[in-house]
């Protein structure tokens, strides 16, 4: 049984930044891609960055391009996102997803992620 669990989130002021991590738990594969959607009060869950299985692509939202770093650590079975110049509007539970993500998609959907985490809020205060 696979188990994804976030850490890091928390409150930070606009223009901060925060790092979030999560781990894998049981046995997901090497190949399966891992990333991060988020949902803010009354909006519907959205991609945010993802990582390919070796990690030879990485896709992000146009909202988080220049601003979030997604990196992964096949050793620790982690996948860690960096947010820099935090926004009001990045305000959101952050949910880690993993699941298999053809390598030549433009974007990642929340109904194709086979697991996910139980999620970490992040406030931006303004």
């Known amino acids: 049984q696979v188990q994804l669990v976030e850490s890091g989130g928390g409150l930070v002021q606009a223009g901060g930044s925060l790092r979030l991590s999560c781990v894998a738990s049981?046995?997901?594969?090497?190949?399966?891609?891992m990333g991060w959607f988020r949902q803010a009060p009354g909006k519907e869950r959205e991609f945010v960055v993802g990582i390919s299985g070796r990690g030879l692509r990485t896709w992000y939202a146009e909202s988080v391009k220049g601003r979030f770093t997604c990196s992964r650590d096949h050793a620790n079975n982690t996948v860690s996102l960096q947010m820099n110049s935090l926004k009001f509007e990045d305000t959101a539970v952050y949910y880690c997803?993993?699941?298999?993500?053809?390598?030549?998609?433009?974007?990642?959907?929340?109904?194709?992620?086979?697991?996910w985490g139980k999620g970490t809020l992040v406030t931006v205060s303004s």
């Open positions: 997803a993993a699941g298999y993500i053809n390598m030549y998609a433009s974007t990642w959907r929340a109904n194709a992620m086979d697991y």
């Open positions: 049981g046995r997901l594969a090497s190949s399966y891609a």
